[in-house]
């Protein structure tokens, strides 16, 4: 499934929703009720969401998601997860959290992820449907717009510090050459936005521009996708057809989160960067591509090359020009440019007066890390001008919308095993966030997160986790128990 930007909705036509929920009680009366101003999906887990998006064309307008989902309902790692899944799948879908879960910590790192509303169980059937006409006339906006791009006039990314006019230089430098570009970045930090631009600066703008997922899409459809296929070359392939390379001509073709494309199609893409030549799947006969390959990663993909997960060669292919997405924490003066410029716009779209942040909002909102990055900013934005039209906002008001408990479950495992200066670098973030820290609450969490993986993944053999953990079985159970942690016998 392809990364598409959707459509902005039609009269008569019905917007599609997806639910997520393990609950077929809620389901039934949510597909009931909705029904009839949605066309409904509904899914039991993530990997059922996710298989149902892969069938489509399109991906869903809405998602309304369930944050206790399998295999632990209880704990919202789950619907955490989808909501970074469905985001990799369309950046344009507006995803709303229906969870009983309604603690505040777990609604405002939703909303750092990317979630636009946090509704707490149970909800009265038209306060739903408010939330859900509201979340689709934001994406209608943006669609319509374009307000998405967070651009000026002249196609230059909005920003003064050196970060960023360093990379609109790039995207101006690099914009007309043939090469492919390598574009790295944090996730919601911009970098389809780079993609964007340095499409419509070059001489192929008026020619078409493709975007691929990899991280979207099963790995099985994305060969047929880039390359095509002929007749009889899988179950349902009853004519043939053509792939991204074919359709984007001489045009852009953007392969986003490269580093999830499988390695044994690595070489065959490796293969099209060095002399335009590919064959369909089925085929013999050998094709040519004149698309310019534009791709990104939130991977460090060296990381990658030494783990053997990406190809040296491919890599210094892909990374003729490299342009790094700065994330929003480094941006200074920038937040507040941002901000100006998104609070101005709904404002205006919503035909009401913005909102105002106070001198102490205001200082807060200087201080703040932003881990979601531009896209959570603007979703704080959105909601802000929704609740506070025309109205002031202090530190109160701003506090409730931002994920200042985050701890260091924002951070990926290969940051914990990295040098002390990222280590160092996350735990100066997390002070930051953090309202009142307590450093044995802090590592109690993370030593029982890995307990329960390691557990996991050996399903109960406290041995086999005993191992994986590396400590002796008799630590981990005494840790187990510290912890209310039931052992299962070996």
């Excluded at 939330?131 to 791009?149: C, F, M, N, P, W």
């Excluded at 909005?158 to 360093?166: A, D, H, L, M, W």
């Excluded at 001489?203 to 296929?229: D, H, K, M, Q």
């Excluded at 040098?419 to 996350?426: E, F, G, K, P, Q």
Aim: charged share 25%; with cysteine.
């Amino acid at each position: 499934m392809n990364d598409s930007s959707g459509k902005a909705t039609q009269a008569g036509e019905r917007p599609t929703l997806l639910i997520v929920d393990d609950d077929p009680l809620i389901t039934d009366s949510l597909s009931l009720v909705l029904g009839r101003d949605y066309d409904v999906l509904v899914a039991e887990s993530r990997p059922h969401a996710l298989d149902l998006l892969r069938q489509r064309d399109e991906a869903p307008m809405l998602a309304l998601v369930d944050l206790g989902l399998p295999p632990i309902p209880h704990r919202p790692d789950e619907g955490f997860t989808l909501i970074a899944d469905l985001l990799a799948q369309s950046r344009d879908i507006k995803i709303l959290v229906l969870s009983g879960q309604s603690d505040e910590a777990n609604a405002r790192h939703a909303r750092a992820l990317g979630a636009v509303d946090f509704i707490p169980k149970p909800c009265e059937p038209q306060k739903l449907k408010a939330h859900l006409a509201r979340a689709l006339q934001v994406r209608d906006i943006e669609i319509g717009k374009d307000s998405g791009t967070a651009l000026d006039a002249d196609l230059g990314i909005i920003g003064r510090s050196p970060p960023v006019q360093k990379m609109r230089e790039q995207i101006m430098q690099y914009a007309k050459s043939p090469f492919p570009v390598l574009i790295e970045g944090e996730s919601g930090s911009g970098k389809e936005l780079v993609a964007n631009c340095l499409h419509r600066l070059s001489s192929r703008a008026s020619s078409p521009y493709f975007a691929l997922n990899c991280a979207a899409i099963s790995p099985t459809l994305v060969e047929p996708t880039l390359f095509g296929y002929a007749k009889g070359a899988f179950t349902g392939s009853a004519g043939p057809k053509s792939g991204y390379f074919e359709d984007a001509a001489d045009g852009t073709l953007f392969l986003d989160e490269i580093g999830e494309l499988p390695v044994d199609l690595q070489a065959k893409l490796l293969r099209v960067l060095e002399n335009g030549e590919f064959q369909r799947v089925g085929e013999t006969q050998t094709r040519k591509s004149h698309a310019r390959v534009i791709a990104a990663t939130n991977r460090d993909l060296r990381q990658e090359i030494r783990g053997g997960r990406f190809r040296a060669d491919l890599y210094h292919r892909l990374s003729v020009f490299t342009i790094a997405v700065p994330p929003l924490r480094d941006l200074g003066a920038d937040k507040l440019l941002l901000l100006e410029h998104f609070r101005r716009f709904y404002a205006s779209q919503g035909q009401s007066a913005p909102f105002e942040l106070d001198a102490d909002a205001r200082g807060l909102w200087e201080r703040y890390a932003f881990p979601g990055n531009v896209r959570e900013l603007r979703n704080i934005v959105i909601r802000l001008a929704t609740k506070h039209a025309g109205a002031g906002v202090n530190r109160a008001r701003l506090e409730a919308e931002l994920d200042l408990e985050t701890g260091p479950r924002d951070e990926t495992g290969a940051a914990l095993s990295g040098d002390s200066d990222t280590l160092l670098d996350i735990a100066r973030r997390h002070l930051q966030r953090a309202g009142e820290f307590r450093l044995d609450e802090v590592l109690g969490r993370w030593e029982a997160s890995y307990i329960e993986a390691a557990l996991r993944i050996t399903r109960g053999n406290v041995s086999q986790a005993a191992r994986l953990l590396g400590v002796n079985r008799t630590t981990l159970y005494s840790r187990m128990d510290a912890a209310g942690r039931e052992p299962k016998q070996d």
